[in-house]
């Protein structure tokens, strides 16, 4: 921008503790068109003078040297037109750079009397901190341009393809048509309706949760058929996904013909398939007995009405029910199915209304009838044809007259129990459709498929707990049982969920902004493919796989998949990929704008790339604490880690900074990375870092990366306390006063 | 268009509320207490992920402070609702805070305050400033005052340091009417009473280390009573022996008939941090069912590998007093059918989750069960997500809230 007016607000110890007038003047040396100081700038009368004054001398942006840019957020709003840059005189400055005093010790009136280091006053590295942060704002507002949303070209496609036509395909498909958008549904079956639709009765999806009632999905079909927003196709797969959000070519084929329609947005509903019960022969029989059954080879006889034992055709009289066949054990699934305690409680009662003589055992090792469902276990612990105890399963054999004993421990009558009975019903559960097969054929050059879904078991699931429809494919949601493991109700639920999910991404790319985690956000990453080497660097890390490669090899944005996270921007080595508001020059400059002083004053300088979400957040806690940092430290927050540009340490290295802290969220498998890889992307490039120090003969330890939650602001100062520590063991940068 | 009104402000109402918004809808959120994050801004740590809830809360906070179509008000109660879909007509009430928009969260007034209050949001294990924040990530950022509890001259105090001019004490209830097409109703729950567990001794003298599973979640959060160290009451000492009695009132039908969903695993996540402070600490789970479905299963395990749990099948028929403060739990072992008996330093009640509509008065418009629970209704363009609608973890919340979100959007469509 070049019209900048700079307000310095001289509340909440700003004016107490700075001379203002000097800040003033490092705004004008930096080149601002105007600045002005005033008390309470966040008041009525404040905002009303920055607006005078940016019409009055034709301000084009405003650097508001206050307080952090995370509070009086809406105060400081003067139109999409005029950048608001925020420095933070008051978080991170005033509020959390104190003098060392002793015990008992008034904070005196007079900082310039404390001596920091020799011949310097603890007022002038105060004063000294406070300009290079205003001398920062300016440059950064110079340095930046006001977004443009990004548009498609061409028309956005706002047709939804629901990928799976059980309850939660089908649901999510009318969720989507009742918002007022079209759906593709797309089933692999010739018949719509899933696993539910093979159910002889389901639970009621509603209050009281207590009775059983027909399956809901042959409601849900009918009403699908009947919506001319819907579009069903039977007996196809899906076999390519190209493009992006608001323009993706989906290729299906139905009966060895192709098809090729544009999608807007995607809901993966192709749920789940049943454990593999052949993996169950020892110790639960299933393939040697032929009465040993899976739950869903029960529910198919209940269906039928037959309920006659495979062997010899005999009628079922007695059923026990193995609970966990194969789930929650680490040779089987780890995990629990959660619907499975359910659906044997059900199978029971619908046995016992089918033939009242007939006796159920449920032998479980723990009832999991989670949340209201409890009311459906109650309902059905009065019926005395119902045996129901915890039990570890101990083996199974077979009696003279052909039926089998199930043998079970530790139940609750205190003793073991060998029980005859006709046939055994083995709980397995359920193995999501991702967990061996992408599901998501994308033409993407990072490959089909959801990656790394080994995080959560096979499951298309989110790593986020507040924000459950997260994937790493923008605009793919999924929900249902593919999504994690759930009953009839919460699959309706998450259907629409996910649902609104596809239909506001369209939104998203309507309007030109970003999808979750950063909505507001208008900007986007821009290439200068002239300086491109084609190292494909951006391609590969993008957590999201919003780069494919052109014909020529040249990395190809897809900006209606990327989330804004910049850690493309930070991979380039050749610097070519730019934010309107965020770029390298920005940075550089930034750097550069810092006063450096003169060598061996034992004034160390440290700059620190803090992510904006969690470690900012957790500054600012310190400063409300009033907590203290070293006074050596200026703060540039960043996207994301991932969006640290190697460039900029080197400048950092190279300009005399004595030391380059990174602070980001925690990686691992709990990674609190909102974009996934960012921390953990910069950690890996370390490693060019570790070169650059080399080039340079300069220590490794001047730049370091630490990772620190938004709650930790007790831990920060500590571990900010540590690296000053570790700094001034290692001595001034050698390149002071270059 | 027609607006969407989202009653509640804690995670779910918030999700609501940002993802309707993110559609382009007008939405008014509004919230009870006097910042926003609800319930589990209580909470140290989000199981599985043991992450803090103010990470996701932040990024939400973020949404609705650039989203310009979400207003939200807070110390806002619905009073009564007239009309139908597409057409309601809800007078709010905003109950006054005392201090305005003028508030830089300075702090300036809290430290000239001498007058204390019971700290709610620590299940009053300490106490606040008359004026006070809830926490430092309170959002608005702005300062509350509880009137009641000021001293002698506290108000000319405060008065006085504040330089923004932000403190009024004539404010007075303010009561607006929204008209709005849909509302959705995200108001949470509230824990149990334990007062009503007789045998569990919760409140009665002598048994101060019985505490609520909420209350072990503030002694172990950094910004709670303790500092993050997990302290029994009585005498400030490190515990070396905790119980957990789960289903305290929960799956009882005396109490609440149903499961409450995430107490098994909020006790694994206690156990969890305890261990963390103190590694040769023993902690006996009494339970009736463990119940950690789907993926937190995972979370079962790395409690049983992390902490030293001895797990106990068996209903708490009795607590009693023991020397020092110690307590004795006795329940049947149900697997051997033996009365036992355990002595620990201190106990934690899984108390469960009680709606928060549960004995409150509604308007006539909105449907709930025996429990309290709210039962959404298409045809009235009303809706419930979270723990309003059921017992639920907060993933689960999220995505009825999200699914809430959309169903409100259907209404304003079908107009």
């Known amino acids: 921008m070049e019209k900048i007016g700079v307000f310095i607000c001289t509340s909440c110890n700003i004016g107490?503790?700075?001379?203002?007038?000097?800040?003033?003047?490092?705004?004008?040396?930096?080149?601002?068109?105007?600045?002005?100081?005033?008390?309470?700038?966040?008041?009525?009368?404040?905002?009303?003078?920055?607006?005078?004054?940016?019409?009055?001398?034709?301000?084009?942006?405003?650097?508001?040297?206050?307080?952090?840019?995370?509070?009086?957020?809406?105060?400081?709003?003067?139109?999409?037109?005029?950048?608001?840059?925020?420095?933070?005189?008051?978080?991170?400055?005033?509020?959390?750079?104190?003098?060392?005093?002793?015990?008992?010790?008034?904070?005196?009136?007079?900082?310039?009397?404390?001596?920091?280091?020799?011949?310097?006053?603890?007022?002038?590295?105060?004063?000294?901190?406070?300009?290079?942060?205003?001398?920062?704002?300016?440059?950064?507002?110079?340095?930046?341009?006001?977004?443009?949303?990004?548009?498609?070209?061409?028309?956005?496609?706002?047709?939804?393809?629901?990928?799976?036509?059980?309850?939660?395909?089908?649901?999510?498909?009318?969720?989507?048509?009742?918002?007022?958008?079209?759906?593709?549904?797309?089933?692999?079956?010739?018949?719509?309706?899933?696993?539910?639709?093979?159910?002889?009765?389901?639970?009621?999806?509603?209050?009281?949760?207590?009775?059983?009632?027909?399956?809901?999905?042959?409601?849900?079909?009918?009403?699908?058929?009947?919506?001319?927003?819907?579009?069903?196709?039977?007996?196809?797969?899906?076999?390519?996904?190209?493009?992006?959000?608001?323009?993706?070519?989906?290729?299906?084929?139905?009966?060895?013909?192709?098809?090729?329609?544009?999608?807007?947005?995607?809901?993966?509903?192709?749920?789940?398939?049943?454990?593999?019960?052949?993996?169950?022969?020892?110790?639960?029989?299933?393939?040697?007995?032929?009465?040993?059954?899976?739950?869903?080879?029960?529910?198919?006889?209940?269906?039928?009405?037959?309920?006659?034992?495979?062997?010899?055709?005999?009628?079922?009289?007695?059923?026990?029910?193995?609970?966990?066949?194969?789930?929650?054990?680490?040779?089987?699934?780890?995990?629990?199915?959660?619907?499975?305690?359910?659906?044997?409680?059900?199978?029971?009662?619908?046995?016992?209304?089918?033939?009242?003589?007939?006796?159920?055992?449920?032998?479980?090792?723990?009832?999991?009838?989670?949340?209201?469902?409890?009311?459906?276990?109650?309902?059905?612990?009065?019926?005395?044809?119902?045996?129901?105890?915890?039990?570890?399963?101990?083996?199974?054999?077979?009696?003279?007259?052909?039926?089998?004993?199930?043998?079970?421990?530790?139940?609750?009558?205190?003793?073991?129990?060998?029980?005859?009975?006709?046939?055994?019903?083995?709980?397995?559960?359920?193995?999501?459709?991702?967990?061996?097969?992408?599901?998501?054929?994308?033409?993407?050059?990072?490959?089909?498929?959801?990656?790394?879904?080994?995080?959560?078991?096979?499951?298309?699931?989110?790593?986020?707990?507040?924000?459950?429809?997260?994937?790493?494919?923008?605009?793919?949601?999924?929900?249902?049982?593919?999504?994690?493991?759930?009953?009839?109700?919460?699959?309706?639920?998450?259907?629409?969920?996910?649902?609104?999910?596809?239909?506001?991404?369209?939104?998203?790319?309507?309007?030109?902004?970003?999808?979750?985690?950063?909505?507001?956000?208008?900007?986007?990453?821009?290439?200068?493919?002239?300086?491109?080497?084609?190292?494909?660097?951006?391609?590969?890390?993008?957590?999201?796989?919003?780069?494919?490669?052109?014909?020529?090899?040249?990395?190809?944005?897809?900006?209606?998949?990327?989330?804004?996270?910049?850690?493309?921007?930070?991979?380039?080595?050749?610097?070519?990929?730019?934010?309107?508001?965020?770029?390298?020059?920005?940075?550089?400059?930034?750097?550069?704008?810092?006063?450096?002083?003169?060598?061996?004053?034992?004034?160390?300088?440290?700059?620190?790339?803090i992510c904006e979400n969690d470690a900012l957040p957790a500054l600012d806690m310190a400063a409300y604490h009033r907590k203290n940092i070293p006074m050596s430290l200026r703060i540039i927050p960043v996207r994301c880690l991932g969006a640290v540009n190697v460039a900029w340490i080197r400048d950092a290295m190279s300009g005399g900074w004595d030391g380059v802290l990174m602070l980001g969220c925690k990686f691992g498998e709990n990674y609190q990375c909102h974009f996934i890889k960012g921390s953990e992307l910069a950690n890996r490039r370390m490693e060019n870092v570790a070169e650059t120090l080399q080039q340079l003969a300069l220590e490794p330890e001047r730049v370091v990366i630490k990772t620190v939650s938004i709650d930790e602001y007790e831990e920060l100062p500590k571990l900010l306390q540590e690296f000053q520590e570790a700094l001034e063991a290692a001595g001034e940068s050698p390149f002071k006063g270059w | 268009m027609s607006k969407i009104l989202v009653v509640g402000g804690g995670i779910s109402g918030v999700t609501a509320a940002v993802e309707a918004a993110e559609m382009e809808y007008d939405v008014v959120l509004i919230e009870k207490e006097p910042f926003l994050g609800g319930r589990v801004n209580q909470l140290r740590y989000y199981f599985p992920k043991l992450c803090p809830p103010t990470c996701g809360l932040e990024i939400n906070y973020r949404r609705i402070k650039e989203n310009p179509r979400i207003d939200f008000y807070t110390m806002a109660t619905v009073k009564d609702i007239q009309g139908g879909p597409g057409n309601y007509k809800v007078t709010v009430e905003i109950a006054p805070r005392y201090v305005n928009e003028n508030c830089t969260c300075c702090g300036e007034c809290e430290k000239v305050c001498q007058g204390e209050r019971e700290d709610t949001f620590n299940f009053g294990l300490s106490k606040t400033k008359a004026i006070y924040l809830s926490h430092e990530h309170a959002f608005p950022a702005r300062y509350v005052l509880d009137k009641s509890a000021l001293a002698d001259g506290d108000l000319e105090r405060i008065k006085e340091a504040c330089k923004y001019n932000a403190i009024d004490p004539d404010m007075q209830p303010q009561t607006i009417t929204l008209e709005v097409g849909a509302i959705i109703w995200a108001t949470g729950w509230k824990p149990y009473d334990a007062t009503k567990l007789d045998n569990l001794k919760y409140g009665q003298p002598g048994f101060e280390n019985v505490i609520t599973n909420m209350q072990m979640e503030r002694l172990a959060a950094p910004n709670g009573p303790t500092g993050g160290k997990i302290l029994r009451p009585s005498d400030q000492q490190v515990p070396q022996t905790i119980a957990f009695v789960q289903c305290a009132g929960s799956r009882d039908e005396n109490h609440l008939p149903y499961c409450s969903y995430i107490c098994c695993l909020a006790s694994l996540k206690h156990s969890i941090y305890f261990a963390e402070q103190n590694p040769e600490g023993k902690v006996y789970f009494f339970y009736i069912d463990i119940r950690t479905p789907g993926r937190y299963e995972k979370f079962l395990n790395r409690a049983k590998e992390e902490a030293n749990i001895e797990f106990i099948k068996g209903k708490v028929a009795d607590i009693q007093q023991a020397d020092n403060g110690d307590l004795i739990v006795v329940a049947e072992d149900t697997l051997s059918g033996k009365k036992i008996q355990k002595q620990v330093n201190m106990v934690v009640l899984a108390t469960g989750m009680q709606p928060s509509l549960a004995g409150e008065e509604i308007p006539q418009v909105l449907e709930m069960d025996e429990n309290g629970f709210v039962i959404p209704s298409e045809a009235k363009g009303m809706y419930a997500c979270g723990c309003a609608r059921l017992p639920l973890d907060v993933m689960s919340s999220n995505e009825t809230a999200t699914a809430a979100a959309l169903k409100a959007i259907q209404t304003l469509v079908r107009g």
Request: proline share 6%; charged share 25%.
């Open chain 1, 16 to 609: 107490d503790r700075l001379d203002i007038a000097d800040l003033e003047a490092a705004a004008n040396e930096q080149g601002c068109a105007y600045c002005a100081s005033m008390s309470f700038l966040c008041g009525k009368e404040g905002v009303e003078a920055i607006k005078k004054a940016i019409q009055e001398n034709e301000l084009d942006s405003v650097v508001i040297c206050a307080c952090s840019s995370r509070v009086n957020y809406d105060v400081f709003d003067f139109g999409k037109e005029i950048p608001v840059v925020r420095v933070s005189l008051r978080e991170e400055v005033v509020w959390t750079r104190w003098p060392k005093l002793e015990e008992g010790q008034e904070m005196p009136e007079d900082e310039s009397q404390i001596e920091f280091a020799e011949g310097v006053s603890f007022k002038d590295e105060l004063m000294a901190l406070a300009k290079d942060y205003v001398r920062m704002g300016v440059v950064k507002a110079q340095k930046i341009a006001p977004p443009e949303p990004y548009k498609l070209e061409g028309e956005i496609c706002k047709r939804i393809l629901v990928m799976g036509g059980g309850v939660t395909g089908l649901t999510a498909a009318l969720e989507v048509a009742k918002a007022g958008y079209e759906a593709l549904l797309v089933e692999k079956e010739n018949e719509l309706g899933g696993f539910v639709a093979k159910m002889k009765k389901q639970l009621e999806p509603n209050h009281p949760y207590k009775n059983l009632v027909e399956p809901v999905v042959n409601k849900l079909i009918e009403d699908v058929q009947a919506n001319d927003k819907i579009q069903v196709v039977t007996g196809a797969t899906v076999e390519k996904i190209a493009g992006a959000p608001g323009a993706f070519k989906v290729t299906y084929n139905a009966g060895g013909s192709e098809e090729t329609v544009d999608i807007g947005a995607i809901v993966v509903a192709t749920g789940w398939k049943p454990y593999d019960a052949s993996k169950l022969e020892e110790p639960y029989g299933y393939g040697k007995y032929p009465d040993v059954v899976t739950n869903i080879q029960f529910e198919e006889m209940l269906a039928k009405g037959e309920l006659k034992r495979p062997s010899d055709g005999s009628p079922v009289k007695s059923v026990a029910f193995i609970q966990c066949a194969g789930q929650r054990d680490e040779n089987h699934l780890p995990y629990c199915s959660g619907v499975c305690c359910l659906a044997s409680l059900k199978q029971a009662k619908l046995l016992r209304e089918m033939d009242s003589e007939a006796k159920a055992y449920i032998f479980y090792k723990d009832m999991r009838t989670m949340g209201i469902y409890e009311n459906f276990y109650l309902a059905l612990q009065d019926d005395p044809g119902v045996f129901l105890t915890k039990a570890e399963f101990k083996g199974l054999s077979q009696a003279d007259d052909g039926r089998l004993v199930v043998e079970v421990g530790e139940t609750l009558l205190g003793e073991d129990m060998a029980v005859p009975v006709d046939l055994v019903v083995l709980a397995t559960g359920m193995v999501p459709t991702t967990a061996d097969d992408p599901v998501i054929p994308l033409e993407y050059r990072q490959g089909p498929g959801f990656p790394e879904l080994e995080l959560f078991s096979g499951y298309a699931d989110s790593n986020y707990i507040c924000f459950p429809y997260e994937t790493r494919r923008t605009g793919i949601y999924a929900a249902g049982c593919v999504h994690q493991p759930m009953a009839t109700a919460q699959a309706m639920e998450d259907a629409a969920g996910a649902a609104l999910k596809a239909i506001q991404c369209l939104k998203a790319v309507e309007l030109g902004h970003a999808v979750h985690p950063r909505t507001w956000d208008f900007a986007y990453p821009e290439f200068n493919f002239k300086r491109c080497t084609q190292c494909k660097r951006c391609t590969e890390e993008c957590p999201f796989g919003a780069l494919d490669d052109d014909p020529e090899g040249t990395p190809m944005p897809n900006p209606t998949r990327c989330r804004r996270c910049g850690t493309c921007f930070g991979a380039c080595p050749e610097r070519v990929i730019n934010f309107k508001d965020y770029n390298i020059d920005m940075g550089s400059s930034m750097l550069k704008a810092c006063e450096m002083p003169e060598p061996e004053y034992g004034q160390y300088r440290v700059v620190a790339f």
